[in-house]
């Protein structure tokens, strides 16, 4: 079992910063994956950026550029900076983990196993 805790959303104004933080509750072992999804009311959860277990990125294309995913094995820890926010970036922003889960399952939230509880993003224009 993974736990994931994330931390870091916020209220920003549009074209501001955030930094998320995701902390595993154990040493992911080589072959996870992790990656962050987000949802909206009404919506399904959708991809945002995910990294595997060889180090690959793969972004949502409404994020590239602006977005970036990255992961600090010694602290357990996955981050997402996001850069010239957007009100349509406002979401619940989840954390997930899965064993082997190829980096490329973003538009697959049903294939990740491992999830926290969410933190707010609201990004006002």
């Known amino acids: 079992q993974v736990q994931l805790v994330e931390s870091g959303g916020g209220s920003v104004q549009s074209g501001g910063s955030l930094r998320l933080a995701c902390a595993a509750s154990r040493s992911s072992s080589s072959r996870y994956s992790m990656g962050w999804f987000r949802q909206t009311p009404g919506k399904g959860r959708e991809g945002v950026a995910t990294?595997?277990?060889?180090?690959?990125?793969y972004y949502a294309d409404s994020v590239k550029g602006r977005f970036t995913i990255s992961k600090y094995n010694a602290e357990n820890t996955l981050y997402l900076q996001m850069n010239l926010l957007k009100p349509e970036d406002t979401a619940i922003y989840y954390c997930?983990?899965?064993?082997?889960?190829?980096?490329?399952?973003?538009?697959?939230?049903?294939?990740?196993?491992?999830w926290g509880q969410g933190t707010q993003v609201t990004v006002s224009s």
């Open positions: 990294i595997d277990s060889t180090g690959s990125t």
């Open positions: 997930a983990a899965g064993y082997d889960t190829p980096g490329y399952f973003l538009d697959r939230p049903y294939m990740w196993a491992y």
